[in-house]
Structures are given as structure tokens and as C-alpha cells.
């Protein structure tokens, strides 16, 4: 069956620091990659998409890669601030025509200290 | 714009009861999704609404839940009895049918079952 696993439920970072979370899935081959922040009492909200062509994304302080060899994507947050503490999802994507399916992992939460 | 909308926020119901969950997407967004979160464990896909037309209902856990979209506008989600187990957050999400893959979601409503 299709298992997807971020790397730890918890990360604890300075601020400044570049946090990097980890997304590992098996028995799967998605065409596209998306992270998500969730902040308690909210839905995700989108932050990134990846393609499987696509080595790495980046969108201001963020950065993604995709590496479907290793079946890994990491997610960078440079720089990072107490307002970026939240946690974050990876979900694999799988294609049904011109809408996407997610699946997501369980979430790393991040927490980012002065 | 408004972003999605899910009513109510919180429902504490008994065992054997009935809720309606209800959802209002963006406008103009077709797609429409269910998605679970049960307690500790990942959020996970229910169910796919192109307007009124079900795509993929393969994530309903049982035949207790009963998904529609009459008019292809707001959904409802209604799960009667409910159980136990159906404890969770329900989120719903939208996105527009052939635009970004992306999906927005709602703030989610939380099920309690008693």
C-alpha cells in the first residue's frame, strides 16, 4: 500500500536557521509533489508545487525538491522566523484528468525560536 | 474573494445521530473535496464533486455517509448513525476544474461523537 512519511513529527529551530523537512513516500509514483502549512484550528493552506520533471522549486524563502529515484522531496525554509512555525504537509498528488487527488503525510511541526 | 466555508465549526452529537456537514466552496471552483482528519492520524480523501457529479467516491469509509452537491453549487456531507470512530476534523476544499492543481481549504469542521 502507498505509505508517505515525514521525517520526524517535530522540529525545534533558531530563528535565522534554514529548516529542512522531509518527505519520503513507497509504492507510489505521483506525477506532482504539493506542501501545505496548517496552523492549529485552520485548513492547509497551498505553499508549493513540484513536478516530477522538476529537480527544485523555489518561491521566496522556500525551497523544493523532488528526487523520484529516491522517492524524496525535502522542503528548505530559509532564514527562518517565529511565524513560520506551524506544520507543515507534503501530499502526493496523483493525476484523475485535470484534478488532483492528495494524499498526505502525517505533518511535521515546526517550531522556530529566538 | 471568499474562501471556502464549512459550517458548522464544531458538532458534538451522540451515537446514532445524525449530522449534516455543510460546504461552500469558491465561486466559480468545481471541484469540490472531502477530506478526514481522525484523531493522530493523516488527513485523507473522501471524496471528488465536479459540480453535481461525483468523479471518485473511493475514500467514503461506509455506506453511513452520503455526500451530495444539488446544483453543483454547496455540498453536504451527513453521516447517519454516526459512531464512534467517526470522530475527526472534516475538511472541504476546492479548486477550479482545468486551472492550477492546487487545492484552498476550508477551516474545517470538528466531529465529536459521543
Known amino acids: 500500500s502507498q505509505k508517505i512519511e515525514q521525517n520526524s513529527e517535530a522540529l525545534n529551530i533558531q530563528e535565522g536557521k534554514t529548516a529542512t523537512l522531509t518527505c519520503n513516500y513507497t509504492n507510489y509514483s505521483p506525477a506532482y509533489l504539493q506542501w501545505y502549512r496548517q496552523d492549529p484550528g485552520r485548513g492547509p493552506v497551498f505553499l508549493l508545487l513540484?513536478?516530477?520533471?522538476?529537480k527544485e522549486k523555489r518561491k521566496e524563502r522556500l525551497k523544493v525538491t523532488f528526487d523520484t529515484t529516491l522517492k524524496q522531496s525535502l522542503f528548505h525554509i530559509t532564514a527562518s522566523q517565529p511565524a513560520d512555525s506551524a506544520t507543515y504537509l507534503c501530499a502526493l498528488d496523483s493525476l484523475t484528468g485535470t484534478a488532483s487527488k492528495l494524499t498526505f503525510g502525517t505533518g511535521t511541526r515546526l517550531q522556530v525560536t529566538l | 474573494e471568499a474562501g471556502v466555508t464549512q459550517f458548522p465549526s464544531h458538532s458534538v452529537i451522540e451515537k446514532g445521530q445524525t449530522v449534516t456537514l455543510r460546504c461552500d466552496p469558491i465561486?466559480?471552483?468545481?471541484?469540490l473535496y472531502w477530506y478526514r482528519r481522525v484523531m493522530g492520524k493523516e488527513i485523507k480523501f473522501l471524496l471528488h464533486?465536479?459540480?453535481?457529479?461525483?468523479?471518485?467516491e473511493s475514500g467514503m469509509p461506509n455506506n453511513r455517509f452520503l455526500a451530495e452537491r444539488t446544483g453543483g453549487t454547496y455540498s453536504t456531507l451527513k453521516v447517519q448513525p454516526a459512531e464512534l470512530e467517526d470522530s475527526g476534523v472534516y475538511f472541504c476544499?476546492?479548486?477550479?476544474?482545468?486551472?492550477?492543481?492546487?487545492?484552498?481549504f476550508g477551516p474545517g469542521t470538528r466531529l465529536t461523537v459521543t
Open positions: 513540484i513536478r516530477e520533471n522538476e
Open positions: 476544499a476546492s479548486s477550479q476544474v482545468g486551472g492550477p492543481r492546487e487545492q484552498y
Open positions: 465561486s466559480g471552483h468545481d471541484n
Open positions: 464533486f465536479v459540480k453535481e457529479s461525483k468523479q471518485d
